[in-house]
T-cell receptor, first 114, second 113 residues
Framework: NAGVTQTPKFQVLKTGQSMTLQCAQD?????MYWYRQDPGMGLRLIYY???????DKGEVPNGYNVSRLNKREFSLRLESAAPSQTSVYFC?????????????FGAGTRLSVL | DQQVKQNSPSLSVQEGRISILNCDYT??????FLWYKKYPAEGPTFLIS?????DKNEDGRFTVFLNKSAKHLSLHIVPSQPGDSAVYFC????????????FGTGTRLAVRP
């Protein structure tokens, strides 16, 4: 049972390069999320998708774009990477309306922008 | 503006003793609270939750207490075990925001053998 799978696990970029972080979940969840985790900042929401075909900005969306490709997959794109985007990125999913509001997380992508 | 605050970045406890992790919030519209546990190089995993209509929820060694008037919740781990050493995040949901959660900054717990 894979749950939420993120690729790649590690990535090093040069300033100005672009890349896409991939996320897929096999729990048939409607909602998916992208977070970044920085020291002393906790988890901050970048974008989320309440259902297939919809996306909305979170707390820190600048410099990112997302695509909800289908119910399973939610990708995060950095069009022109900046050193400030060095972080650990987590994808999560949940079932909308579930009583406990539990979000299930992937193992993360550690991104360094030089 | 940090709506969910964990003011202690770290906590060290002796094995077998109680660990108490604290979380404060400012948004009175939060109606559901969760604790997540995170080991290095892994994603956060759900630990325990509590609805705003309750003041206590217990699951084995883990108990969460909610004081709505003080806008404060705490996670008690009794007895603490070395395997509990991790970063603990408090999170809160505002009902009108759907399933979005607001996370605190985390507390790193170290349980000494």
């Amino acid at each position: 049972n894979a749950g939420v799978t993120q690729t790649p696990k590690f990535q090093v970029l040069k300033t100005g390069q672009s890349m896409t972080l991939q996320c897929a979940q096999d729990m048939n969840h409607n909602s998916m999320y992208w977070y970044r985790q920085d020291p002393g900042m906790g988890l901050r929401l970048i974008y989320y998708s309440a259902s297939e075909g919809t996306t909305d900005k979170g707390e820190v969306p600048n410099g990112y774009n997302v695509s909800r490709l289908n119910k399973r997959e939610f990708s995060l794109r950095l069009e022109s990477a900046a050193p400030s985007q060095t972080s650990v990125y987590f994808c999560a999913s949940s079932e909308l309306g579930q009583a406990k509001n539990i979000q299930y997380f992937g193992a993360g992508t550690r991104l360094s922008v030089l | 503006d940090q709506q969910v605050k964990q003011n202690s970045p770290s906590l060290s406890v002796q094995e077998g003793r109680i660990s108490i992790l604290n979380c404060d919030y400012t948004n009175s519209m939060f109606d559901y609270f969760l604790w997540y546990k995170k080991y290095p190089a892994e994603g956060p995993t759900f630990l325990i939750s509590i609805s705003s209509i309750k003041d206590k929820n217990e699951d084995g060694r883990f108990t969460v207490f909610l004081n709505k008037s003080a806008k404060h919740l705490s996670l008690h781990i009794v007895p603490s075990q070395p395997g509990d050493s991790a970063v603990y995040f408090c999170a809160a949901r505002e009902k009108s925001s759907g399933d979005k959660l607001t996370f605190g900054t985390g507390t790193r717990l170290a349980v000494r053998p």
